[in-house]
C-alpha cells in the first residue's frame, strides 16, 4: 500500500456486523486513529455483512448456541479468554459474555442504512456497538434500536415505524450477497479509496500510517 490518490476526501468504505467482537475493536482503534488525526482525509461509510444470516429473527441464547457450535462450555470459555486477551493487547476491554442474546443483525444494518441518509451513521454505528458489547443490550429488538436511533438524533416514532415494515430489507440482504461475492468472507473488513482492501482489526498505528501515506500523495 504504498500509492494514494489525493482527492479531497478518501473513501473508507467499511463492511462489519455489530455482533462481531473484532469489528468492536477494530472500530475502537479506528476511532482512536482519527481522534489523533484530526484532520484524516476518511468519508467512512458503513456496508452490511451478517455474521448469521440465518439466524432466526428473535436470535437465540448466546451461550447455548456457542456451546453447541464450539463444542462445549470448555471451548467456549477458551475461545472468549482469548478473545479477552486480544482486546486488551489494543486497549479494549472486551467481555464477550456480556450480551446474553445473538440477535439477527438484519434490522439493526437496516437503521445503519437510514441513519446514512440522516448524517447520523457513524454516531449510530457507535452507539450500536457499545449497546450490544457495553451494555449487553437485545440489538435486534425494535424498542432497543429505537432508543439508539434516538440517542443519535433520529425520529423514534419514525423509525420504530420502519422497523415494523419491511422497509429496505431486501435491499440490506442484496448488498451483503454482493459484498460475499465480490470476496468478503469475514469482518471486519475495510475498502480503502475503493482500491486497497485491508481485513481484520487494525491496530491504531496502521491507521495512522496509512494517513500520514495519504497526506504525502
Known sequence: MTEFTSPTATRLDIFSDPVCPWCHVGKLNLDRALAEN????????????????????????KRAYLEEKFGGSA????????LREVARQNGVELDPDRPAQI????????????????????????????????????????QVLADIAAGAGMDKAAVLRLLASDADASDILA????????????????????????????????WGNVI??????
Open 212 to 217: 500520514r501515506e495519504i497526506a504525502k500523495s
Open 175 to 206: 448488498r451483503d450477497e454482493d459484498a460475499r461475492r465480490k470476496g468478503v468472507s469475514s469482518v471486519p473488513t475495510f475498502l480503502i479509496s475503493q482500491h486497497y482492501v485491508v481485513s481484520g482489526a487494525q491496530p491504531p498505528e496502521f
Open 75 to 82: 471451548r467456549v470459555d477458551a475461545v472468549h479468554e482469548r
Open 103 to 142: 440477535p439477527n443483525t438484519l434490522d439493526a444494518h437496516r437503521l445503519i442504512h437510514w441513519a446514512g441518509i440522516e448524517g447520523l451513521q457513524q454516531e449510530v454505528v457507535t452507539r450500536l456497538f457499545q449497546a450490544y458489547w457495553d451494555e449487553g443490550r437485545d440489538i435486534g429488538a425494535a
Open 38 to 61: 484530526p484532520g484524516h482525509p476518511f468519508r467512512i461509510e458503513w456496508h452490511p455483512f451478517q455474521l448469521n444470516p440465518d439466524m432466526p429473527a428473535g436470535g437465540v441464547a
